[in-house]
């Protein structure tokens, strides 16, 4: 009595063995987990790199509103510094525009009714300066913004120049 057909021993061979799927499932494990990896290091690096550029864009608004005020100032500009904080009035007509600095954020005040609007909210340091150049008040405003990331590869530095037409 047979229990087996006769199976030609090259069809024999040729199946799977358990150590061979053992080896397949440990070499996907590995490349998923690589590819897991790599996905989460691009992930980070994209939100880093998003959140980079909103506070550029920020500070580059923050600069053009403050390039814009010192134009149209009316008065004499005063900047009012201590060791922990800086104010910068400017007069425009009958108002002041007032830029304070405290505790790393950087706030606009147009009048004590409307309140004040936050300009910048991680600010490393900051100082604005006058000096005067070919007759005409010139002002600079020297910017850091504090790294958000452990290992920044570069300083967030703006710088910008504005000229008072008015004195």
Known sequence: ????????????RSGVTLIEC??????????LGIG??????CWD??????????????ALRAGECWR????????????ETTATDETVKIPSGEKEIIYHLTGG?????????TGTRL????VK????????????????????????????HFPMLFTFEAAQTKP
């Not at 897991?36 to 290091?41: D, E, L, R, Y």
């Not at 690096?45 to 920020?58: Q, V």
């Not at 006058?130 to 452990?150: C, I």
């Open 1 to 12: 009595m047979k229990l087996r057909p006769n199976i030609p021993a090259a069809r024999r």
């Open 36 to 41: 897991t990896a790599s996905f989460i290091f």
């Open 119 to 122: 300009l910048l909210a991680h």
């Open 125 to 152: 340091t900051s100082g604005m300066k006058t000096g005067v150049r070919n007759g005409v008040n010139a002002w600079r405003w020297d910017l850091e913004l504090a790294p958000q990331r452990k290992n920044a």
């Open 45 to 58: 690096h994209t939100r880093g790199t998003i959140f980079m550029a909103n506070e550029i864009e920020s």
């Open 105 to 113: 954020e950087l706030q606009r005040e147009t009048s004590p009714q």
């Open 68 to 79: 814009a005020d010192v134009r149209t100032a009316t008065g004499k500009i005063s900047i």
């Open 22 to 31: 053992l080896v397949y499932v440990v070499v996907f494990a590995i490349l």
